[in-house]
């Protein structure tokens, strides 16, 4: 079995003053054959939460362009991905949003997918080896869709073994912030 590293970036969140001076990360072991779910639930305990919501990882490709959505198994109804944009919408996006030195192919692969989204994946149907982690971009994983906790995951290496457990931080640097901020102290 591939046993897969992955360096789990907490992004800064403002609303939630979480503004570190240094990168907050969690380098996570997990083997191939667990679920997406499981990789949840391993970024869950390494960053000391404990009040469970609602969650979505999306793969993105070499380019930053998501490619398809898989979320928490309660929120899976099979439809897309995510709600497709008209020209419009994907004409003033790319006019805002992308950087000017973008190829034309990732414009047009970007127009594409907001066109016509993949359909959504479910995340304890989805194991690691079906995401091809060996030229998968990355993946980004929102957590709390209210308050937006996101993260950056990016492969660090693969191995050839056995995982005897669940997966297991192997790796950190910060301390993880409150999953609330105190409001006392506001």
């Known amino acids: 079995m591939t046993i897969y590293r992955f360096r789990v970036l907490l992004l800064p969140n403002p609303p939630l003053e979480f503004e570190p001076e240094t990168e907050v990360y969690r380098e996570i072991e997990i083997g191939g054959s667990s679920t997406l779910a499981d990789l949840h639930e391993a970024i869950f305990d390494a960053f000391d939460r ?3 919501h609602a969650y979505e990882f999306l793969t993105r490709d070499e380019h930053g362009i998501a490619t398809r959505s898989y979320v928490h198994p309660q929120l899976y109804s099979g439809g897309e991905s995510w709600q497709p944009m008209d020209d419009d ?3 003033r996006f790319l006019e805002r949003a992308v950087p000017d030195d973008a190829t034309e ?11 016509n989204p993949p359909p959504e994946g479910n995340a304890a149907e989805t194991t690691i080896d079906e ?17 937006n906790w996101e993260h950056y995951i990016e492969l660090q290496d693969t191995q050839e073994g056995s995982l005897e457990d669940d997966p297991v931080v192997v790796d950190e640097q910060g301390a993880a912030p409150p999953q609330y901020p105190d409001l006392d102290e506001q």
């Open 50 to 52: 404990y009040d469970s």
């Open 105 to 115: 192919a990732a414009k047009e692969r970007f127009r594409d997918l907001q066109s």
């Open 131 to 147: 995401l091809d982690p060996d030229t998968l971009g990355a993946l980004s994983y929102t957590f709390d869709m209210g308050d």
């Open 89 to 91: 919408e994907i004409d």
